[in-house]
């Protein structure tokens, strides 16, 4: 799901809806555990930061069918999608970064959206302060910098290209190496003070995939849509064939056709 992640000296991130819902399955489970552990009861206003093409804010929406639910994104293509299936969910196009809620939340939600904006020191902090009491911040971020998948990214883009050459911009390169989520005890650190109740937790999950290469198709979703805008076409193609090949060795497809795709991800309910 998107936040405002922008390609470092090009133009916005171009969301495909349809690349991200391939795995549909795998990105909403863990949507649904966060939601699971929310214990407010009847929230009146409820806020989906990083909404996406909406899947997880109707789910929200069907739980609390009295609320009024927002789902924000910053993401024409993505909104668009959503707002395809009628309901009475408000639609908002918005920068989480600049956002401020129209009305006081009980709840705000975000699946996979914040590790894209920086200054979580600030961030969260400012996301706990527009919470009317008492009020729930329920967020989950993958925690995929350190994977091999991701890791790969930076390294093919800084020297797979012919004779070692790099692709793309050196902001590009420093954008796609940066680790955007810190440690459960860093949100701790940031978050005590502001609240009453503090849940923090991660859980690898262990993805079964299908495919020829499923780990390509599924960072083309997410975590690549940066690196796929920002070059030209010609880059683009020698970068995916080489990034691909990499992929291929660091996960194989297993005899009986899957391959496995190790996946963590860190979960922040807070309570004001």
């Not at 979580?120 to 302060?129: E, K, M, W, Y």
């Amino acid at each position: 799901m998107s936040g405002s992640i922008h390609d470092p000296g090009t133009r916005r991130t171009r969301w495909d809806p349809n690349q991200y819902l391939k795995f549909s399955d795998h990105r909403l489970r863990p949507a649904i555990e966060l939601l699971d552990r929310i214990p407010l009861a009847e929230p009146v206003v409820i806020y989906d930061l990083g909404c996406g093409s909406g899947n997880v804010t109707r789910l929200i929406a069907r739980r609390w069918p009295s609320a009024t639910v927002y789902g924000v994104d910053n993401s024409p293509e993505m909104l668009s999608k959503a707002a395809a299936e009628p309901s009475k969910i408000r639609w908002i196009q918005a920068d989480i970064q600049h956002w401020q809620p129209e009305e006081p939340p009980d709840l705000l939600y975000s699946n996979a959206a914040l590790h894209w904006l920086g200054g979580h020191a600030t961030l969260f902090p400012r996301l706990i302060g527009f919470l009317r009491e008492p009020g729930c911040l329920a967020v989950q971020m993958p925690l995929s910098s350190e994977l091999p998948s991701h890791l790969l990214m930076g390294e093919t883009l800084a020297g797979g290209g012919s004779g070692g050459s790099a692709f793309g911009s050196p902001e590009l390169r420093q954008a796609v190496t940066r680790k955007p989520v810190e440690n459960g005890q860093e949100y701790y650190e940031i978050l005590a003070d502001r609240t009453r109740s503090l849940d923090i937790w991660e859980t690898e999950y262990v993805q079964v995939l299908e495919g020829e290469n499923p780990v390509l198709e599924w960072v083309k979703g997410t975590g690549l849509r940066p690196v796929l805008n920002a070059l030209d076409d010609r880059e683009r193609e020698l970068f995916l064939m080489e990034y691909g090949r990499r992929l291929r060795l660091a996960y194989p497809v297993r005899a009986d056709g899957h391959t496995l795709y190790p996946f963590r991800r860190l979960f922040i309910v807070a309570i004001i």
